[in-house]
């Protein structure tokens, strides 16, 4: 506010992270520019129809009435009305009408979520054409812009030391600064694994573990297979982040989550499977429905646990309350990524912690890990000398084919999901990694460690529990490791007798608990025990037999409990 009151320029570019405030900065300038009748009027473009009400509605609360029902062939709209609310989609409509109304009074223009007026060339121009005679112009972002070819207009550009020209804010408030001054939440990023299984076109069928090194390809249909709301992956990573919300809750009363889903299908069939987990039926939200908006907000004023959306909840949306998420769609682009991260971050008391669940693909790793990282828009690539001059149009046609949207690609990519599984990972949280050696079961011990953390902690406090935790169950895990052996050399002293009766003892007892626990008759679970590990009744099996029995069982009590 200051620098803005100080240097009193006509176009300003403030970006900030999500959750930082940048609608009461905006709507502080507006109330002070009509204060001192520098303007007369304020137009307001956001990205979708939700945020125009949204904005009109915080704009009310600072005394600014705005019309968020203006259409760009309307022209007048009631006196009452200091301003108006449009989306870039409906500038780019009428963009004559809207510089018709610009020049006919002082007007300042607040750009929200400015790289959408990059979006489409259409968009663009139709921005520059509409508010090119406006008296001032506030533009401001909270997300990465993206790298292409289409200048964001009324934004300056200079060149970096590559050559290449990037965007020039005049203000930049990140998100490290921000949690900083405990303006948003720390977050805790539960990423999980798994093996998945799928069949290719050519009737292949490929079984790989999510979150290897794979080609691009193969990772795109593994993580797919575990998108799929038919294996056991999201039900398990879901009842593991319904687990985190409880925590939660304990600290937070009111505390909701929200599952992203790829499409309207997957939502649905997300929805279905929480409302079984949760015991309560989570609020669906599509972007098609009339009534979004509307669910949207009564969410926000409610307390019930869950939210389930397809991209309405991706930008801009202000919903403080939620604090568990589940990053549950194939879009993995580093614009939609924090645009999503930035529903959760949003602080109201010291000490709350957002968490967020996702797949442990390489991609969304890397974007967790480089949340604190401010980015800038790149205009295209520079032409380093003769023998490159086709490489600027090379990287444009690459750009253009690969485009904002991985999931366009994704669709092309012909396979059925066969089966899935999922295993908790590691956690990433302040640019550290946490998490247990070996493979750790969902619904284990070893993830309950991390799931069942407070939910209000200060980060540092947040990095020694980590820690302190990962150590503990590393002593745990030690001290069992020499026991074992321990075991393994006095099994070994007793005679073969000896021995082949206390196998078949746990063997029977284990068998005898799975029977309770499922119904199935005793005779039966050994048959099906003999049919996946081999070899001959329990009675003449031999030593290594009976410890595979032993072994595969207690391995289905896990994937049981999961």
């Not at 805790?188 to 079984?207: C, H, I, K, N, P």
Request: net charge negative; with cysteine; aromatic share 6%.
């Amino acid at each position: 506010m200051e620098q803005y009151l100080a240097r009193q320029p006509r176009d300003f570019l403030a970006v900030a992270t999500p959750g930082a405030g940048k609608t009461t900065f905006a709507l502080s300038v507006a109330s002070e520019l009509l204060g001192r009748r520098i303007v007369d009027r304020v137009t307001i473009v956001a990205p979708t129809e939700h945020l125009k009400t949204q904005w009109a509605e915080a704009a009310e609360r600072a005394g600014i009435p705005i019309d968020p029902a203006y259409a760009a062939g309307k022209g007048r709209t009631s006196s009452d009305y200091l301003g108006i609310a449009v989306t870039y989609a409906g500038v780019a409509v009428n963009p004559l009408a809207m510089r018709i109304r610009t020049e006919r009074w002082k007007t300042l223009v607040i750009l929200d979520e400015v790289h959408h007026a990059g979006d489409a060339l259409s968009w663009g121009e139709g921005v520059r054409e509409a508010f090119d005679p406006a008296h001032r112009r506030l533009a401001l972002t909270g997300t990465p812009f993206r790298s292409d070819v289409n200048p964001i207009p009324f934004v300056t550009y200079a060149p970096g030391d590559d050559g290449v020209p990037r965007s020039v804010a005049d203000y930049t408030y990140g998100y490290a600064e921000a949690l900083a001054d405990h303006v948003v939440r720390p977050v805790l990023f539960m990423a999980y694994s798994g093996e998945m299984q799928w069949r290719t076109r050519a009737g292949d069928e490929v079984s790989a573990r999510l979150g290897e090194p794979l080609t691009k390809d193969l990772t795109n249909q593994a993580l797919r297979t575990a998108l799929d709301p038919e294996g056991s992956w999201i039900p398990s990573v879901l009842a593991a982040a319904d687990k985190r919300l409880s925590e939660v809750r304990r600290h937070v009363a009111d505390a909701g989550g929200l599952v992203i889903a790829t499409d309207q299908d997957s939502a649905r069939a997300y929805a279905k499977t929480l409302r079984a987990i949760a015991g309560e039926a989570p609020t669906v939200v599509l972007s098609d429905e009339k009534q979004a908006s509307k669910k949207i907000a009564e969410f926000a004023q409610g307390d019930g646990r869950w939210m389930v959306a397809v991209r309405m909840v991706s930008e801009g949306v202000d919903v403080p309350r939620l604090a568990v998420g589940v990053y549950a769609t194939t879009t993995a682009t580093p614009l939609f990524f924090a645009q999503a991260v930035g529903r959760f971050v949003r602080a109201r008391t010291r000490g709350e912690t957002a968490s967020v669940f996702l797949p442990s693909v390489p991609t969304l790793l890397q974007y967790a890990g480089e949340l604190e990282l401010a980015r800038d828009h790149v205009l295209g690539r520079r032409v380093s000398d003769d023998g490159d001059i086709f490489a600027a149009e090379k990287d444009l046609l690459a750009q253009a084919q690969a485009g904002e949207g991985a999931s366009d690609e994704l669709e092309a990519l012909p396979f059925q999901a066969l089966g899935s599984e999922a295993r908790f990972d590691r956690v990433l949280f302040d640019g550290g990694e946490f998490g247990h050696a070996g493979e750790v079961h969902v619904g284990s011990e070893e993830e309950m460690d991390f799931l069942g953390i407070p939910g209000l902690l200060e980060p540092a406090q947040m990095r020694e529990l980590l820690a302190q935790r990962q150590s503990d169950r590393a002593r745990k895990q030690r001290s069992q490791a020499d026991a074992n052996a321990r075991a393994a050399d006095s099994l070994t002293e007793v005679s073969t007798h000896e021995q082949l009766a206390v196998l078949r003892r746990e063997l029977n007892g284990l068998v005898g608990a799975w029977h309770h626990r499922t119904g199935q008759a005793h005779g039966v679970v050994h048959a099906a025990l003999r049919k996946e590990c081999g070899g001959p009744a329990a009675a003449v099996a031999n030593a290594e037999q009976l410890q595979a029995r032993i072994d595969r069982v207690r391995d289905w009590a896990v994937r049981r409990s999961s």
